[in-house]
Each structure stands twice: as structure tokens, then as C-alpha cells.
């Protein structure tokens, strides 16, 4: 059924590439990944740099704009991202509909893909100052959008954000302030976060950067498009993968039964994999692992949390996997994934909002990925074709026929 020498006259050239493995649907600037050596640069920085110099929003200066900002840059950028963080009132009736036992992400697709009912102005992609406020809309937004997902599913009142805190402590105070107390946001737990916002700003074309730039080629408006790579983001094979390791390692308990795990993890007529390892470009360790690594020791310790029994066995599945010669053969790695949940269940975030956070920082990635394809004077819709494998030509045949 497969005409491939007709494809071929049509287009030049045809190739069939499940899962894009060999294929590069665009030019860009943005996001350096050497998956053999464990590099990854944004804008041609090492993430270890940044991560440990820089923060967040001068992470999505360099990402939106391509140069790190002057300090009088970064002070403006830093004020008019400050001056978007309201949400439209209007939008405590969209959360106030969903169950309360909605997961946040089936939250945050909806209420994202609504900020564009409510900001018109920015739905205009031909106007490049429109694409920047709608950047800086969106970059301010996530956190509010974020905590209220959370404060919603716990059943307490949304706190407005506070714009005399930096980006990540006034996101803190959103989710974990509550009215009748005080609250005061710990400062090594946000340069924590800030941190783990930072790794997880931008990764090239992955799964859910490739969806917003599909769904921006036929001009979608940029709220619909982060909408789609949230929804894309949500499965367990990418940025699901933090909350799924980290119910792993519960379902692991101790250290003992590893052993039966990484047995299952080789079986191959069992689906399990090990959650938090392997990854498509890294076939080295992870350089975002490394730091996260680093960044989960310091909340433990910060948090006084000593002998934490899912760290435990983290560390020791993380030794036997390294030596295990079917994850040596096939390089597979721990991920950021692997330790990123522990991290965050520490701080007092549910599982459920491990994606969501993996979210609100990849937004900056989606934009500037977004703001790039439509500059880009090249850009075309997206639009794979396909091998053919259906029935050839047939007549219709009527119900009373078809016995
Ligand atoms: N545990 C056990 N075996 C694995 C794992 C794993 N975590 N990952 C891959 N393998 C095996 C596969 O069974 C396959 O074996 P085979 O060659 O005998 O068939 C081989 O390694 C290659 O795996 P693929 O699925 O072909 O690799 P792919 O590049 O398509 O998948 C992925 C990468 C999805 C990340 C995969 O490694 C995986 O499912 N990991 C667990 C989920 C996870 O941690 N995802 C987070 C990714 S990072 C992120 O999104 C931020």
C-alpha cells in the first residue's frame, strides 16, 4: 500500500522517523544538548553555572533575549515580569468549577489555555512588543495559576501574590501561606527552587516544546500553545516522570528490594521501567542530575530531615543501577526526574504538583522556543506526512448489504 517512490516525487525526499530520532524540525539558537558527553547550554552557558550563579529571571532574560542582562536590565525585566502576576479576577470562577480533587494539571491546561479569553491584546503574534508582554504575562502568571491549583485542592483561600518578594519566595508564600498565621519563606528553600526552576527552563525539542512549536506554526495564539505543551508534559514518559519515580521509589520502600526491581526493570515481557532513568538524548549522566543531586542534600539538610528512607533508597538504586551491566549496555542514567520529587515532597508540595512546577519553569523554554519560530522567516506549519498501511480503494457497501 506504501508508495514511497510517489511520496518521494512529491517532496524530493521522504523519511520514516518514529519518535524523531534522527530528525531536526528546525534551526535554533536557544538550547545546546551534547547527550554523549552530558553537556547542556543554554545560549551557550553551562546549566552548572547558571545554576549555581544566576537565577531564575535572569535564566528567562537569557532564554527570551539571548544575552545575560546588565544589572539595570535585569532590575527592568524583573519589575515588568513583577507587574503581570495578578490573574484577572474573573479566573477564581474558572478554578472554583473544577473538583477538588481535580489534578492540578488538568487544571492548569484549562486555566492556561483560558488566559487567552481574557487577554485579547496579546493574541496578536504579528506585533512583536504583543509577543514580549504576552511572554512576560505568562512567565508572571504561572506561579499565581500554580498556587492556586494547589491552594484549591487543599481546600484553603488563594493568597495573592506579594511583588516586594523575589519570583520563586513569593510562589513559596502562594502555596504555603495561610491567613490566621505568619509565614516567612526560608531563603534556602527558594534558592532551591529557584535553582530546580532554572534546570528545568528549556531542553530543545523535546516532547512538549516540539507541541507548542507545532501548535504555534499554524498561528495559534501563544496561551493555547503553552496550553498544548502542558498537556503534553503531563504523560509519565516526560514530565510526569518526577511524580512517577518518586511513587517508585514508595513502592520500593527498602533498600532490600531493590534487587526485585531492577529484575522487573530488565524483564522484557514486564512493562515496568525504572522511573527517573534513561532518556532519549543523555546516554550520559544527566548534568541537571548532578545539581539536583546536590540541590536535594541541601533541603534535607536545611529541612533537618537525616535517614530519609526514600533518599535511601534513591542513593543505593542509584549505585546498583550504575554497575548493573543491562543499564551500562544500554546507558541508562538517572534523570533530573530521579531526584527532583524527593526534593520537592520535602518542601511540602504533593506529588501531584511535581509536573505543575516542572511546568511553570519550562514556560520560559516554550516562549522563547514559540518567539523564535515565529521569527524565524522560514517557519511553515507543521505538517508530518505519514506511511500509508490502511486498505487500498474499496466501494461502499450499504448496512442492509453487509449482512
Ligand atoms: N528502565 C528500564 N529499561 C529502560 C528504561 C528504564 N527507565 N529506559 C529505557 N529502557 C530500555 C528500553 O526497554 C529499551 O530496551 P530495548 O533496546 O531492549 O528495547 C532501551 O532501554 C531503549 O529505550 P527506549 O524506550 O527506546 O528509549 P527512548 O529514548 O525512546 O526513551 C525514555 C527515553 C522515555 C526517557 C525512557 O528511558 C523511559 O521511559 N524512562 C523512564 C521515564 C523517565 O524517567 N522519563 C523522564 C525523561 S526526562 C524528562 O522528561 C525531563
Given amino acids: 500500500v506504501v508508495d514511497i517512490s510517489k511520496l518521494y516525487a512529491q517532496t524530493g525526499m521522504f523519511t520514516y522517523d518514529p519518535g524523531f530520532t534522527s530528525t531536526a524540525s528546525c534551526e535554533s539558537k536557544i538550547t545546546y544538548i551534547d547527550g554523549d558527553q552530558g553537556v547542556l547550554l543554554y545560549r551557550g552557558y553551562p546549566i552548572d553555572q547558571l545554576a549555581e550563579h544566576g537565577d531564575f529571571l535572569e535564566t528567562c532574560y537569557l532564554l527570551l533575549y539571548g544575552e545575560l542582562p546588565t544589572a539595570a536590565q535585569k532590575a527592568d525585566f524583573d519589575y515588568r515580569v513583577t507587574r503581570h502576576t495578578m490573574v484577572h479576577d474573573q479566573m477564581n470562577r474558572f478554578f472554583t468549577g473544577f473538583r477538588r480533587d481535580a489534578h492540578p494539571m488538568a487544571i492548569m491546561v484549562a486555566c492556561v489555555g483560558a488566559l487567552s479569553a481574557f487577554y485579547h491584546d496579546s493574541t496578536d503574534i504579528s506585533d512583536p512588543q504583543q509577543r514580549m508582554i504576552a511572554s512576560m504575562r505568562m512567565i508572571a502568571k504561572m506561579p499565581t495559576l500554580a498556587a492556586m491549583a494547589y491552594k484549591y485542592s487543599i481546600g484553603q483561600p488563594f493568597v495573592y501574590p506579594q511583588n516586594d518578594l523575589d519570583y520563586t519566595s513569593n510562589f513559596l508564600r502562594m502555596c504555603f501561606a495561610v491567613p490566621c498565621e505568619d509565614y516567612k519563606v526560608n531563603p534556602v528553600l527558594s534558592r532551591a527552587l529557584d535553582r530546580i526552576f532554572i534546570l528545568h527552563a528549556d531542553h530543545e525539542q ?7 512549536r507545532l501548535a504555534g506554526s499554524s498561528g495559534a495564539n501563544p496561551f493555547a500553545c503553552i496550553a498544548a505543551g502542558i498537556a503534553c508534559l ?21 533498600p532490600d528490594r531493590i534487587p526485585e526491581f531492577i529484575a522487573r526493570a530488565k524483564d522484557k515481557n514486564d512493562p515496568f521501567r525504572l522511573m527517573g532513568f534513561g532518556h532519549r538524548v543523555y546516554k550520559n549522566y544527566d548534568p541537571r542530575a548532578k545539581i539536583m543531586q546536590k540541590t536535594t542534600h541541601e533541603v534535607l539538610n536545611e529541612l533537618g530531615i537525616k535517614d530519609d528512607p526514600l533518599l535511601d533508597v534513591a542513593m543505593e538504586l542509584e ?4 554497575k548493573d551491566d543491562y543499564f551500562i549496555e544500554k546507558k541508562l542514567y538517572p534523570n533530573i526526574d530521579f531526584y527532583s520529587g524527593i526534593t520537592l515532597k520535602a518542601m511540602g508540595f504533593p506529588t501531584s504538583m511535581f509536573t505543575v512546577l516542572f511546568a511553570l519553569a519550562r514556560t520560559v523554554g516554550w516562549i522563547a522556543q514559540w518567539s523564535e519560530m515565529i521569527e524565524d522567516p522560514s517557519q511553515r506549519i507543521g505538517r508530518p506526512r505519514q506511511l500509508y498501511t490502511g486498505p487500498t480503494e474499496r466501494n461502499y457497501v450499504t448496512v442492509a448489504q453487509r449482512g
Fill in 206 to 212: 523535546n516532547a512538549s516544546t516540539s507541541t507548542v
Fill in 234 to 254: 503531563w504523560g509519565p514518559a516526560h514530565g510526569g516522570a518526577n511524580e512517577a519515580a518518586l511513587k517508585m521509589l514508595e513502592e520500593i520502600g527498602t
Fill in 319 to 322: 549505585q546498583i543501577a550504575l
